[in-house]
């Protein structure tokens, strides 16, 4: 069983900047698909980033066509933790933003995560 706690949302301008935590249990983490997915109210559940690994050890990153460029994703697998930091944010960014675990690839699709956290409220004003 894995248990994700995310951190950091809040109220924030647009343009301005947040960064989003996930602390994650398991002795495996290194090993996870990492991803981020935001719902905001009457929508469906969208793929924001992920983290998961690659060839040779390494770690492959994607975003969603909406975020590349402002938004990145980042893990820290000593400390079991993965961050998603958030600039230029935009009003249609606000959204419960969700911590995903995938003991597979992960991917872009909700589907394939088997695990995931509580969501914490990111709301950008215009």
């Known amino acids: 069983q894995v248990q994700l706690v995310e951190s950091g949302g809040g109220l924030v301008q647009a343009g301005g900047t947040l960064r989003l935590s996930c602390a994650a249990s398991?002795?495996?983490?290194?090993?996870?698909?990492m991803g981020w997915f935001r719902q905001a109210p009457g929508k469906e559940r969208d793929f924001v980033a992920v983290?998961?690994?690659?060839?040779?050890?390494?770690?492959?990153?994607d975003y969603a066509d909406s975020v590349k460029g402002r938004f990145t994703i980042s893990r820290d697998n000593a400390k079991n933790t993965v961050n998603l930091q958030m600039n230029s944010l935009k009003p249609e960014g606000t959204a419960v933003y969700y911590c995903?675990?995938?003991?597979?690839?992960?991917?872009?699709?909700?589907?394939?995560?088997?695990?995931w956290g509580q969501g914490t409220q990111v709301t950008v004003s215009s």
């Open positions: 983290t998961t690994w690659s060839a040779g050890s390494t770690y492959y990153a």
């Open positions: 995903a675990a995938s003991t597979g690839y992960g991917g872009s699709d909700y589907r394939g995560y088997a695990y």
């Open positions: 398991g002795r495996t983490f290194r090993s996870y698909g």
